[in-house]
C-alpha cells in the first residue's frame, strides 16, 4: 500500500484546467497511441508473429496432395513371344492422376519445439507494442507540455514589451519636461528590442514544438492546436529501493530482454531435435493407365504405407546450429544484465532530477516573491524621486526573469516526475 502511493503520487503533481474543445495531455497521449502509424506498425508486427504460428503448426495437420502427369514414351516396350505375337508391355500415352496425403506421427517433439519458439516471438512483438507506446507518450507529454511552457513564456514576454513600452512613453514626456534625458530613452529602447528578439527565439522553439505535436497528433499543417495544461508542483516521496524493485517488474526493455533470451532458449531446444527421426504415414488414391493385361483403360488405384526417416550424417549442423543458439543466450542472458544495470541508472538519475528540479522550484518560489517585492519599492521610490527609471527598469527586467526562471523550473519538475514514471516502467495502455 505504501509503494502505491508513492507511485501514485509521482503524478499528481500538476492540475490540468478543463476547457471546452481543448486538449488535456492525456487526451493528447490516447490519441497519439490511437493514429500514430508506429502502433500500426507494431500491431501489424505481432499480426505477422500469429501468422508464422500458424504456418508452423501447420506441420501437425496432414499434408494433401493433388499431382496429374502425363507421359509420352518411345520407343514402347515389347517383344515377340511365340504363339502370342507381339506384346506390348506399356502404353505409348500413359496417364496418372492422384491424391496423396502424408502426416507425421511422431517426430520426438520437433514441430512442438518449433511451435513453442515461434510462440516466444509473438510474445516479444506484444511487449514491443507497450515499448512503441511507452516512447511515443514520452514524446507527446515532452512537446505538451513544451508548448505549455513556451505560450506562458511568450505572456511573460508580452508583458516585459509593455511595460517597456509605456516607460518610454513616460520619459520622452519627462524629457520634453527636461527631467529625463534621452540616454533614458534610448537605454529603454535598447531593452525594448532585447525583449523583442528574445520573444522571437521563444515563438520559433514554440512552432517547432506545436509542430511535433502536430505530426504526433496526425493534425494538418498549422491547424490550431487549443491545449489545456498548467503546473502546480506537489511535493513526492521517494524509495529508491522500492521504486527499483517496481522497475525490474515493469520496464517493457527488461520484458523484452527476457523474451529474447527465452526465445533463444526454445532455438537451442529446437536445434537440439535437428537429427531425431520422424515417422509418417502415407495414402494415396488415384486413376492411371499401364495396368496388365490390358495396359489402355485407365483404372483406379491406390496405396498406403509408412516412411521412416532416420539422419545419419549432416556434417556437423545440427551441432553448429546449438552452439550458435547457445551462443545467443549467453548474449541475451548479459543484455538483461546490461539492461538491469541500466534501470538502475535510469531510477537513481531520474529521482535526482525530480529532487533536484523541486529544489528550484522552491528556489525560483522565493526568488519570484522577492522580485515582487522589489518591483512594489523600486515604484515606489520612483514615484517619490529617489531612483532613477532605469534603477526601475532593473527590477521589472529581474521580475520577468524571475517568471521566467519559476516557469522552467516547474516544467523541469513536471517532466522529470513523468520521466520517473517512464523509469520504473508506467503503462500507457488505451
Excluded: C
Amino acid at each position: 500500500m505504501k509503494l502505491l502511493i508513492i507511485v501514485s503520487s509521482l503524478f499528481l503533481s500538476f492540475v490540468i484546467a478543463p476547457a471546452q474543445d481543448s486538449m488535456t495531455v492525456d487526451q493528447a497521449v490516447q490519441r497519439v497511441l490511437q493514429v500514430h502509424p508506429a502502433i500500426e506498425q507494431a500491431l501489424a508486427n505481432t499480426r505477422a508473429a500469429e501468422a508464422r504460428v500458424l504456418q508452423t503448426s501447420s506441420a501437425k495437420l496432414p499434408d494433401v496432395t493433388t499431382e496429374a502427369d502425363y507421359v509420352h514414351i518411345g520407343p514402347v516396350p515389347a517383344f515377340n513371344f511365340p504363339g502370342f505375337g507381339n506384346l506390348v508391355l506399356a502404353p505409348q500415352d500413359n496417364y496418372d492422376a492422384h491424391i496423396a496425403a502424408r502426416y507425421t506421427v511422431f517426430d520426438f517433439g520437433k514441430t512442438s519445439s518449433a511451435i513453442d519458439a515461434s510462440r516466444s516471438r509473438v510474445q516479444t512483438s506484444q511487449d514491443a507494442i507497450k515499448f512503441t507506446k511507452t516512447n511515443l507518450a514520452m514524446q507527446t507529454i515532452r512537446a505538451f507540455y513544451a508548448i505549455t511552457l513556451l505560450r506562458k513564456s511568450e505572456k511573460v514576454q508580452d508583458e516585459q514589451i509593455e511595460a517597456l513600452t509605456q516607460h518610454i512613453s513616460v520619459t520622452q514626456k519627462r524629457v520634453t519636461a527636461g527631467s529625463a534625458t534621452n540616454f533614458d530613452v534610448l537605454t529603454t529602447q535598447v531593452r525594448v528590442a532585447a525583449a523583442q528578439n528574445q520573444k522571437v527565439e521563444i515563438q520559433n522553439s514554440l512552432q517547432r514544438q506545436e509542430s511535433v505535436l502536430r505530426q504526433l497528433l496526425d493534425l494538418p499543417m498549422n491547424s490550431p492546436l487549443t491545449i489545456s495544461g498548467s503546473f502546480q508542483p506537489i511535493p513526492v516521496a521517494l524509495n529508491q529501493d522500492s521504486l527499483f524493485q517496481l522497475a525490474l517488474r515493469q520496464r517493457i526493455e527488461l520484458k523484452l530482454a527476457r523474451d529474447a533470451e527465452e526465445s533463444a532458449k526454445l532455438q537451442k531446444n529446437a536445434s537440439s531435435l535437428g537429427n531425431m527421426p520422424s515417422l509418417k504415414l502415407i495414402a494415396a488414391y488415384g486413376l492411371k493407365n499401364g495396368y496388365e493385361p490390358n495396359i489402355y483403360p485407365v483404372r483406379g488405384n491406390w496405396m498406403w504405407g509408412a516412411q521412416a526417416q532416420i539422419p545419419v550424417f549432416d556434417g556437423g549442423r545440427v551441432n553448429h546450429q546449438e552452439e550458435e543458439a547457445q551462443a545467443v543466450i549467453e548474449s541475451e542472458q548479459a543484455h538483461i544484465q546490461d539492461a538491469e544495470r541500466q534501470i538502475r541508472s535510469d531510477v537513481e538519475q531520474t529521482i535526482s532530477d525530480v529532487q533536484a528540479s523541486w529544489s528550484k522550484v522552491q528556489i525560483s518560489e522565493v526568488q519570484l516573491q522577492q522580485a515582487h517585492e522589489a518591483v512594489a519599492i523600486a515604484r515606489t521610490r520612483y514615484e517619490t524621486g529617489s531612483i532613477t527609471n532605469l534603477d526601475l527598469l532593473d527590477a521589472e527586467t529581474a521580475e520577468s526573469s524571475a517568471r521566467l526562471m519559476n516557469l522552467q523550473a516547474l516544467y523541469r519538475f513536471v517532466i522529470s516526475k513523468y520521466e520517473l514514471g517512464r523509469a520504473v516502467g508506467v503503462s500507457y495502455e488505451n
